[in-house]
């Protein structure tokens, strides 16, 4: 499902123009941005949480020249899903 297929759904379950979903989608997604950004966590009940990472610097080998390479530290964003939601994705797969 991309972005279009997901406001066109939404405008259909919440009964409003597709314009003001994606207005309150963007809403949404900026004050989590915000958020994250500022290394705080989101947590969604039933849903999951979101969160900011720190990767330390490694060393790495490049596997077709064999020659090493120092990776530097990054920011990652992690995603963990609650047991609801995973509940409800296995029971989908049966």
Do not use: C, W, Y
């Not at 759904?9 to 500022?38: C, F, H, P, W, Y």
Request: charged share 30%.
């Amino acid at each position: 499902m991309n972005n279009r297929e997901f406001i066109d759904e939404m405008s259909v379950r919440l009964q409003t123009s597709a314009k003001e979903v994606q207005r309150e989608v963007n809403s949404l997604i900026d004050g989590m941005v915000s958020l994250l950004d500022d290394g705080g966590e989101i947590g969604i009940a039933g849903f999951g949480t979101f969160e900011v990472k720190k990767k330390n610097e490694r060393i790495i080998v490049h596997p077709g020249t064999g020659k090493r390479i120092l990776v530097p530290p990054k920011l990652v964003l992690n995603f963990k899903q609650s047991n609801v939601l995973k509940s409800q994705v296995k029971e989908k797969q049966s």
